[in-house]
């Protein structure tokens, strides 16, 4: 009688556990990059800035990185703007390729709302014009 009860208190947790890794593993699935904001650079310009696209909610993001297409851009400074928090600056970020993408930020505290991003950039090569989108992460 004892060990059908440990055997069934065994079953239950192991039931419990898989059905909570599930809802935690969907959970994630549900994660997806979508653009925010997006435009196009011209080599004659040093900066640029981008305001995000969307209400209210669809502005809270986990994380944010930056896409280019068209050209190798070399990105000197990213000043993210948030809404009711400090502005995140990122210096030196890199040179982005054509097709490529930067590495994720964090959004500050679980979740931010990013309203704007300045960018500061040069474009490689001979290249008149490149387009930069802002990626977010629900």
Do not use: C
């Not at 196009?40 to 305001?51: G, V, Y």
Request: glycine share 10%; net charge positive; proline share 3%.
């Amino acid at each position: 009688m004892n060990m059908k009860i440990h055997n069934l208190a065994a079953f239950v947790v192991v039931a419990a556990s898989v059905v909570l890794l599930g809802a935690v593993g969907s959970a994630r699935a549900a994660d997806q990059w979508f653009v925010m904001g997006e435009q196009t650079l011209k080599s004659a310009d040093s900066s640029a800035e981008i305001k995000s696209q969307g209400g209210r909610w669809k502005k809270d993001v986990k994380q944010v990185r930056l896409s280019v297409e068209g050209a190798d851009v070399q990105i000197l400074k990213v000043v993210l703007g948030w809404d009711n928090r400090p502005d995140t600056t990122l210096n030196a970020v890199g040179t982005v390729k054509a097709g490529g993408q930067t590495a994720p930020t964090d959004a500050p505290g679980r979740k931010g709302r990013l309203t704007w991003t300045k960018i500061q950039y040069k474009i490689l090569g001979k290249a008149p014009t490149a387009t930069v989108k802002i990626l977010g992460l629900d």
